[in-house]
């Protein structure tokens, strides 16, 4: 078996149950040069439509004032939809899922902004996480 866990660190952007908009973090890449977003999605506080949905939005930036959509190019395994929709719930959601995207645009920082759109009268479990692989300097310190 291979060593995987001196070679992540788990960079936690929110966990809760939500029915507005969160307020993104900025996620550092500097010393890493992989990311992995992960998207931990409960059942549905309510039944996504097109009107009453979540989209998930993956912005970057250079510097960490000006950030920018990310396109298809930026990632693996998903087809960015405009603005940087990297997931949409626009569909009942009766069973928790988690969902994975890979990151490879090259900026130095990310935030991920889970957009609320109609009414969301009962909230919505959301557990988002960046992981950030192949450290410059490793191993990366346990973080239990």
Do not use: E, F, R
């Given at each position: 078996m291979q060593d995987l866990h001196t070679q992540l660190f788990a960079a936690i952007v929110g966990?809760?149950?939500l029915s507005a908009d969160n307020a993104p973090a900025a996620i550092d890449l500097q010393g890493y040069s992989a990311a992995e977003i992960l998207l931990l999605i409960g059942i549905g506080g309510i039944t996504f439509t097109g009107t009453n949905k979540v989209e998930f939005v993956l912005t970057h930036s250079?510097?960490?004032?000006?950030?920018?959509?990310?396109?298809t190019a930026d990632m693996i395994g998903c087809t960015v939809a405009s603005g940087g929709i990297i997931k949409s719930l626009v569909a009942a959601h009766a069973a928790p899922a988690a969902y994975r995207f890979g990151y490879k645009g090259g900026k130095r920082y990310l935030k991920l902004l889970a957009d609320f759109s109609g009414t969301h009268g009962t909230g919505t479990p959301i557990g988002m996480c960046v992981l950030l692989g192949e450290p410059n300097i490793g191993p990366v310190a346990n973080q239990a």
């Open positions: 966990n809760a149950t250079d510097d960490d004032s000006t950030y920018t959509a990310v396109t």
